[in-house]
């Protein structure tokens, strides 16, 4: 199982950024996805989660703002982030079924 992560940069307060996840080595399309991330002396967390149904969940501190989507013919995973603040910026990382990690994308978002 390969996770690889795109789209990551830096980004002004307010910008948006998409991520994308390309699965490979296994159907994705069963299992659920998930995007985490760190920030710099925090712990990991989980920011958004869809399940095979397309059932989505979010943090409280990215909800209204993050949205994140499949595409399972493509195994592909996606997280499209609108009105960025410094807060978010981390390493974003791609899970699948909380089994199975990328190798992360560094998001910055300028003040």
């Known amino acids: 199982v390969q996770l690889v992560e795109s789209g990551g940069g830096l980004v002004q307060t307010g910008g948006s950024l998409r991520l994308v996840c390309t699965v490979s080595g296994i159907v994705a399309r069963d299992e659920i996805m998930n995007w985490y991330r760190q920030a710099p002396g925090k712990q990991r967390e989980m920011i958004a989660t869809?399940?095979?149904?397309?059932?989505?969940n979010y943090a409280d501190s990215v909800k209204e703002r993050f949205t994140i989507s499949r595409d399972d013919a493509k195994n592909l995973v996606f997280l499209q982030m609108d009105n960025l603040k410094p807060e978010d910026t981390a390493v974003y990382y791609c899970?699948?079924?909380?089994?199975?990690w990328g190798q992360g994308t560094q998001v910055t978002v300028s003040s």
């Open positions: 899970n699948y079924n909380f089994a199975f």
């Open positions: 869809i399940t095979n149904y397309g059932t989505t």
